[in-house]
């Protein structure tokens, strides 16, 4: 009896019922239209490399220099991964740089990543964006990690804290362009990944 051919399916069906379940978990985010101040936004992939992987390409600054920002030259000028540590990250592209303030909030390894995003000037200082001045001066990001057979089961929230009504309505009109950047850039985070296993 060729086993092979009979877990192909039941695997096929675990991946869609997966999927499914994503789905209706977003679209419950969707229907709510916050989570926590919101508008929040979310972000659902299945990755072909292991949980362990995924975590050293977030946990790793020189890793993460080579994928986060697709299409930029990413620079990550500190990177102190604990709850209050700061990652001050600088995109460059055309001649322009765009500088991040960036600080830990919740480290559970391989798990779940926590941190506030803020535009900074090359001091570091937090400032409103250079690129979009309505964009929300502090976001919260949250990454959830879960093993998915060999792969990892991945989730992105992201969600304004303390946004003023225009900062929120940016974000609000923003979000359905998010998902093309973070796929890029998880794209490319998976190829740089399966090179190394």
């Known amino acids: 009896m060729d086993t092979t051919v009979q877990r192909q399916p039941k695997r096929e069906q675990r991946l869609a019922q997966l999927r499914a379940t994503l789905r209706s978990l977003a679209a419950q985010e969707r229907a709510l239209g916050t989570v926590g101040e919101g508008p929040a936004y979310t972000y659902n992939r299945i990755?072909?490399?292991?949980?362990?992987l995924v975590w050293k390409a977030w946990s790793t600054p020189a890793l993460l220099a080579q994928w986060y920002g697709p299409g930029v030259h990413t620079m990550i000028h500190?990177?102190?991964?604990?709850?209050?540590?700061?990652?001050?990250?600088?995109?460059?592209?055309?001649?322009?740089s765009d500088f991040s303030?960036?600080?830990?909030?919740?480290?559970?390894?391989?798990a779940r990543l926590t941190w506030l995003?803020?535009?900074?000037?090359?001091?570091?200082r937090a400032l409103p964006s250079a690129v979009m001045p309505d964009w929300p001066q502090r976001l919260r990001s949250t990454l959830t990690l879960a093993e998915h057979g060999r792969g990892t089961m991945l989730q992105l929230v992201q969600e304004p804290v303390d946004a003023s009504a225009a900062e929120r309505a940016c974000f609000a009109q923003m979000r359905a362009g998010?998902?093309?950047?973070?796929?890029?850039?998880?794209?490319?985070m998976e190829q740089l990944l399966t090179r190394r296993t």
């Open 78 to 96: 500190a990177f102190d991964l604990r709850p209050g540590g700061l990652w001050l990250s600088e995109m460059r592209w055309n001649g322009r």
């Open 117 to 124: 995003h803020q535009s900074s000037d090359a001091e570091w």
């Open 101 to 110: 303030r960036i600080t830990f909030e919740e480290v559970e390894a391989g």
């Open 47 to 52: 990755c072909k490399v292991s949980c362990d």
């Open 178 to 188: 998010l998902d093309s950047g973070w796929s890029r850039g998880f794209d490319h």
